[in-house]
């Protein structure tokens, strides 16, 4: 049983690996300001999970939790996410996602943390040069957030070097499943779907994407977490396979019969300002290799398992 400190622990992922870690018996701190994370997410845990209101950008704030808890290990989820947020506020976000991780790194420099588990992401690589993108391709982010991220693994690289600090990234691709949050596919289409209303997206139908499904994305995690040693720092934790946006309509459409859906063709636009740079899908051998990490979700089998727990929670 470990003590283990999940940062952004009431978040989308961040609750997820909580719920996790608590299942198997291990005694969890959720660290979250709740800008984002709501403490809902995590109702109904047993009392080896402890919730803190708290900032990872308050250093001093962070090393009490830390020393009062006696934390081993962490999951550094905290982070101002996507790359939309980050074209409203980029010095916002920069600025939490790079003085986050580095307080980690401090607080894990002081108390001689065991190991922590960043949160990283493919928006690190850019454009793929090629496919499947492994780990050795070169980053070149279009955006603040794909900045910021490169920044927090490169400051992590550092104190690897310089204080032998045991910090892995972990690059995610499009994470989706039970409780997401933002207005993103797939949600948009299935509520559209389920509630039997017309979505009809104008452009992005080509664009090509390792949609990640949550169960999977927790479970390589957690193997990341509890690995005996690890020969690399940064690992990819993806489905494996890029579907393009067109498919994931059919797909939806196929398991929601009615569904009144399309998309146009071309380029993904986060928004009207920025276009998706090429993406595709993400080389996990190095995952499967060390970790054995295991994906268990394609993305058909993704969508009818979001699909079916909207009709089992959603009133």
Same mark, same amino acid.
């Given at each position: 049983?470990?003590?283990?400190?999940?940062?952004?622990?009431? &978040?989308?992922?961040?609750?997820?690996?909580?719920? =996790?870690?608590?299942?198997?018996?291990? %005694?969890?701190?959720?660290?979250?300001?709740?800008?984002?994370?709501?403490?809902?997410?995590?109702?109904?845990?047993?009392?080896?999970?402890?919730?803190?209101?708290?900032?990872?950008?308050?250093?001093?704030?962070?090393?009490?939790?830390?020393?009062?808890?006696?934390?081993?290990?962490?999951?550094?989820?905290?982070?101002?996410?996507?790359?939309?947020?980050?074209?409203?506020?980029?010095?916002?976000?920069?600025?939490?996602?790079? %003085?986050?991780?580095?307080?980690?790194?401090?607080?894990?420099?002081?108390?001689?943390? %065991?190991?922590?588990?960043?949160?990283?992401? %493919?928006?690190?690589?850019?454009?793929?040069?090629?496919?499947?993108?492994?780990?050795?391709?070169?980053?070149?982010?279009?955006?603040?957030?794909?900045?910021?991220?490169?920044?927090?693994?490169?400051?992590?690289?550092?104190?690897?070097?310089?204080?032998?600090?045991?910090?892995?990234?972990?690059?995610?691709?499009?994470?989706?499943?039970?409780?997401?949050?933002?207005?993103?596919?797939? =949600?948009?289409?299935?509520?559209?779907?389920?509630?039997?209303?017309?979505?009809?997206?104008?452009?992005?139908?080509?664009?090509?994407?390792?949609?990640?499904? @949550?169960?999977?994305?927790?479970?390589?995690?957690?193997?990341?977490?509890?690995?005996?040693?690890?020969?690399?720092?940064?690992?990819?934790?993806?489905?494996?396979?890029?579907?393009?946006?067109?498919?994931?309509?059919?797909?939806?459409?196929?398991?929601?019969?009615?569904?009144? @859906?399309?998309?146009?063709? &071309?380029?993904?636009?986060?928004?009207?300002?920025?276009?998706?740079?090429?993406?595709?899908?993400?080389?996990?051998? =190095?995952?499967?290799?060390?970790?054995?990490?295991?994906?268990?979700?394609?993305?058909?089998?993704? @969508?009818?398992?979001?699909?079916?727990?909207?009709?089992?929670?959603?009133?």
């Amino acid at each position: 049983m470990a003590r283990v400190l999940v940062t952004g622990g009431a &978040g989308f992922l961040g609750a997820a690996i909580v719920k =996790r870690l608590a299942e198997r018996g291990d %005694e969890v701190i959720a660290l979250d300001n709740f800008q984002a994370g709501d403490p809902a997410n995590l109702r109904g845990l047993g009392s080896n999970v402890v919730l803190i209101s708290g900032d990872v950008t308050d250093l001093s704030g962070l090393l009490n939790v830390i020393r009062q808890h006696d934390v081993k290990r962490i999951v550094h989820a905290a982070a101002i996410v996507s790359v939309v947020s980050s074209l409203s506020a980029p010095s916002h976000v920069t600025r939490v996602n790079i %003085e986050g991780t580095l307080n980690v790194l401090e607080a894990m420099r002081l108390f001689n943390v %065991e190991r922590a588990v960043h949160i990283s992401s %493919e928006e690190t690589y850019g454009a793929f040069r090629y496919e499947p993108a492994d780990e050795e391709h070169p980053v070149a982010p279009t955006a603040p957030y794909g900045i910021s991220k490169v920044a927090s693994e490169q400051l992590g690289r550092f104190y690897r070097r310089v204080y032998k600090t045991d910090f892995i990234n972990a690059r995610l691709s499009w994470v989706y499943g039970p409780g997401f949050p933002r207005q993103r596919i797939p =949600r948009t289409l299935i509520e559209a779907a389920l509630a039997g209303r017309p979505l009809h997206l104008p452009r992005g139908g080509d664009a090509r994407i390792d949609h990640t499904y @949550l169960d999977d994305c927790v479970e390589g995690i957690l193997l990341a977490l509890d690995h005996a040693s690890h020969p690399f720092d940064v690992y990819n934790l993806a489905s494996g396979e890029g579907r393009t946006i067109a498919e994931m309509v059919a797909l939806v459409k196929e398991l929601i019969p009615g569904a009144d @859906l399309s998309v146009g063709p &071309g380029p993904y636009w986060y928004d009207d300002r920025l276009i998706a740079p090429p993406k595709g899908a993400l080389d996990i051998t =190095r995952a499967r290799t060390v970790l054995d990490y295991q994906p268990k979700y394609d993305l058909r089998r993704g @969508l009818a398992a979001y699909i079916e727990w909207y009709c089992r929670s959603q009133p």
